[in-house]
């Protein structure tokens, strides 16, 4: 029988992502949404405690095992921006169109600069139940660059303008099984994968 883990997020991207490289595992995935659990604020200024806040308030409200990431999209030219603050780049109430957005406010804030290196940095918990003194974590970095102009149309977020140059694409122009194969996300979980099958 398949174990239930409700994901601290509704991203629906995510979740595609994460469950695909979970199902082997016999993990059922489901979203805290749907079990009736509304998402909680982000305010850390660091990934890894906003990440552990998510895992506590999904597992808390759901009684399951929490699965939780934190990630976002860092450029050293920017000094670390967007970082914690990827989803909400552009403001608070860059709704609706949210992504394309945070992207223009991106490509507007490097305008002029040569300096366009990047990468994408996750990490992720996992709590057995909400007063976990022992939580499981992981961590993924993927590097990349930062184009003038968007390019593909799979992925979500920043996936577009993130240019991989060893392979002379973007992220949203990976299919989804070469972007969890090389994403932070993806590496990430795989590291998560493993210590979950120690347990």
């Known amino acids: 029988m398949s174990k239930t883990i409700v994901l601290a997020s509704n991203n629906t991207g995510k979740l595609v992502e994460m469950q695909a490289l979970l199902a082997p595992l016999d993990y059922q995935l489901c979203t805290q949404s749907s079990l009736g659990v509304a998402e909680i604020g982000e305010p850390h200024p660091t990934f890894i405690e906003n990440c552990l806040t998510k895992a506590r ?64 940095y996750c990490v992720m918990v996992y709590l057995r139940h909400a007063d976990d003194p022992q939580p499981i974590m992981t961590e993924g970095i993927w590097h990349g660059m930062i ?39 993806g590496q990430a979980l795989r590291r998560m994968i ?6």
Do not use: M
């Not at 934190?70 to 970082?83: K, T």
């Not at 979500?156 to 060893?166: A, K, R």
């Not at 392979?167 to 099984?177: F, H, P, R, S, W």
């Open 147 to 185: 184009l003038d102009a968007p390019r593909g149309t799979q992925g979500f977020g920043y996936d577009p303008l993130f240019w991989l140059p060893e392979l002379d694409k973007t992220a949203a122009e990976l299919d989804l099984a070469e972007k969890n194969q090389r994403s932070h996300r």
């Open 194 to 199: 493993i210590r979950l099958g120690e347990e």
């Open 57 to 120: 308030h999904a597992a808390r409200h759901t009684g399951l095992a929490a699965l939780a990431d934190d990630s976002g999209l860092c450029v050293p030219a920017l000094h670390g921006a967007p970082g914690v603050h990827s989803a909400r780049y552009a403001g608070e109430n860059a709704q609706p169109h949210r992504d394309q957005r945070n992207n223009a406010h991106l490509i507007n804030q490097l305008y002029g600069s040569i300096e366009r290196g990047a990468y994408y």
